[in-house]
């Protein structure tokens, strides 16, 4: 009987224990958290999106659309051309909108598409490309110039 309060005890302790380490932020998630609000901090908006059927990201499963970061920055006084363009080999490839912006080429990781419409220019792109959130001030850069062409 008295081994019966130590292992009653041991299983406890095993449980609490558990139940902590479950609670604990994975590394990744702690990445992208820190990362999201850098580029809030730097005038991004970043948010998860359903993948829209233009870019050609592929479905999560044959029912369910995949979510995709979304990072845009807002032109209070803008009037922007409606303009969607994917990236393929590093160069923007027009789906719609003016020429002017078909072949440009893009220096940034990890970038599915552009989009471009009323007051906000903004990318669809794979955060697990750039955990430590190096290019972002080059992505809010690289979409204001979107924007001034």
């Known amino acids: ?53 233009w870019t050609k990201i592929p479905m999560a499963s044959e029912d369910r659309a995949s ?16 303009m969607r363009t994917l990236v393929i080999d590093q160069k923007l490839q027009l789906v719609h909108g003016n020429e002017k912006f078909n072949n440009l080429p893009i220096e940034l990781k990890g970038i599915y598409a552009i989009d471009m419409q009323a007051n906000c220019v903004g990318l669809y792109w794979d955060e697990g490309v750039d955990l430590r959130a190096s290019q972002l001030d080059d992505m809010k850069a690289f979409l204001n110039s979107l924007a001034k062409i």
């Open 1 to 53: 009987m008295e081994n019966t309060g130590i292992w009653v005890a041991v299983i406890i302790v095993i449980f609490v224990l558990g139940s902590i380490f479950g609670l604990r932020v994975s590394p990744r998630e702690k990445a992208l958290g820190l990362m999201r609000d850098k580029a809030r901090k730097i005038g991004l908006h970043p948010r998860l999106v359903k993948a829209p059927d």
């Open 67 to 82: 979510m995709v970061a979304y990072y845009s920055i807002l032109l209070p006084n803008a009037q922007l051309p409606l």
